[in-house]
């Protein structure tokens, strides 16, 4: 993020839908937040997210009869771009493969006032300089300590290592350190995960006009693009032991050669790094250098799970629920919230988050939560939410009818209408078989 560029309210957006008087609409709402550039259709989008980095980009999931968007996602989101879905999907799975995608925000069409005025208000708050105290923002003593020396060093060039489980929040620490830092550059964030073998050089170290087939310009590569910056790799341990190599020198000395060219470069950036995995184990196993070890790991931060900080998880919520609406969480939701594994970590929080938004509900309560996070939670033994609304709904009689008549019908399915079958599996006898099946064609009757 340019904080110069924050600093003086101007936004670059970028808006990619295939209905134009929807993409003009949209659009329309934007202008007066900073410039737009509107795109119709995937190729287009593709093509200029390779070229450009703005600072929004606004997408639908289908473009041209197709749900490519989830693609256009991806790409933003392994360019470190504020990426937010508008869409008329409103179902469960494709919020949440889009936020696991690298989607910041998810709205549903329809209300497109009130998008604007969230997300802008989001944005705004999220990349603003965190002061002490919010960096600061947990109430675990060993991660607080941690946190602490880390922000003592914010404004040094040592480099930084932060390690923990996927979705921990380790990307959302990195650029917390770099808005600390104060330094005049870019955040730069490099998906090492992402990057085939055959594009590393490319990619990272750039290259010259005509160096390969398909260089038809000049392209300076993410280590020349995060100069007077932070450089984050992510995912440092996905990345094969020769990438590893090419990357001792340039860390070392921050001069590197692009390929096809024989004209040294230099960029002078502070390096992060994250890992999921332990990169000592890793040098053990043959897997990880040593050297590059040792040249990333000047300070080595571990971030920890939700699940091992269950007091941050309230705060953390609340801290992502930044839009204008105001949200009350009753005891008993917030109790439930702080029991969740939370396997996902702040990753399956965001997507939590954006359900709660996406409920429209101000208040929440634990069933809007078990709702959510648990939609087919058991309650008691064996009832479900909708067999305890079923049950309200008819009373216990009519309930117990209703239960009696789908079990037999159930078992003689399984048995092929096999009444001797069926009346030996429910423990019942032929009598009352026949008593029931009298009974249901009765009611048929005075129907």
Same mark, same amino acid.
């Given at each position: ?19 134009? !008087? ?22 287009? @989008? ?107 060093? @914010? ?12 979705? @921990?929040?380790?990307?959302?620490? @990195? ?13 730069? !964030? ?24 398909? %260089?038809?310009?000049?392209? =300076? ?63 053990? =196993? ?46 008993? %939701?917030? %109790? ?112």
């Amino acid at each position: 993020m340019n904080k110069e560029k924050y600093l003086n309210g101007k936004i670059k957006f970028c808006v990619v839908e295939d209905d134009p !008087a929807f993409r003009d609409l949209f659009s329309s709402l934007l202008e007066e937040h900073g410039d737009v550039v509107q795109i119709g259709h995937y190729d287009g @989008a593709i093509t200029y997210l390779k070229r450009n980095r703005p600072d929004m980009l606004f997408v639908d999931l289908d473009l041209q009869g197709k749900k490519n968007g989830p693609r256009i996602v991806e790409v933003a989101s392994q360019n470190d771009i504020h990426c937010v879905v508008v869409s008329s999907y409103d179902d469960e799975e494709t919020i949440n493969d889009c936020i696991n995608l690298g989607a910041r925000d998810y709205y549903v069409k329809g209300d497109e006032v009130r998008v604007v005025s969230d997300i802008i208000s989001k944005y705004k708050k999220t990349y603003k300089k965190p002061s002490d105290s919010e960096f600061l923002n947990t109430h675990h003593p060993l991660l607080k300590q941690s946190l602490e020396f880390l922000l003592s060093n @914010a404004q040094s060039h040592y480099p930084i290592l932060l390690s923990g489980p996927t979705g @921990a929040g380790k990307t959302f620490f @990195a650029k917390q350190i770099h808005m600390k830092s104060e330094l005049k550059g870019k955040f730069v !964030a490099v998906n090492c995960s992402s990057i085939p073998k055959e594009l590393f050089e490319s990619e990272m170290f750039g290259y010259e006009k005509g160096a390969f087939s398909g %260089a038809e310009k000049k392209y =300076e590569g993410k280590i020349l693009d995060a100069h007077e910056g932070t450089l984050y790799l992510d995912e440092i341990d996905s990345m094969p032991i020769n990438q590893q190599a090419k990357l001792l020198k340039v860390i070392e000395d921050k001069e590197f050669y692009p390929v096809g060219s024989n004209k040294i470069q230099r960029s002078n950036f502070r390096l992060v790094c994250s890992s999921q995995r332990d990169l000592r184990q890793m040098m053990i =196993e043959g897997t990880f250098r040593e050297d590059l070890y040792y040249r990333i790991s000047f300070i080595d931060i571990r971030i920890l799970p939700l699940n091992e900080r269950k007091d941050d998880i309230i705060p953390l919520l609340k801290n992502m629920l930044k839009g204008p609406r105001r949200y009350q969480i009753t005891a008993e %939701a917030a %109790a439930l919230i702080k029991e969740h594994k939370w396997p996902g970590n702040l990753r399956e929080l965001q997507i939590f988050a954006t359900n709660l938004e996406l409920s429209k509900e101000s208040k929440i309560t634990d069933r809007l939560v078990r709702k959510i996070l648990i939609p087919n939670e058991e309650l008691g033994d064996f009832f479900t939410e909708d067999q305890k609304k079923k049950l309200i709904s008819l009373g216990l009689n009519g309930f117990l009818e209703l239960m009696k008549k789908e079990a037999i019908e159930l078992i003689l399915r399984d048995t092929k209408n096999n009444v001797s079958q069926t009346t030996n599996k429910l423990k019942i006898s032929p009598a009352t078989y026949y008593r029931w099946k009298s009974e249901e064609k009765n009611m048929k009757d005075e129907l």
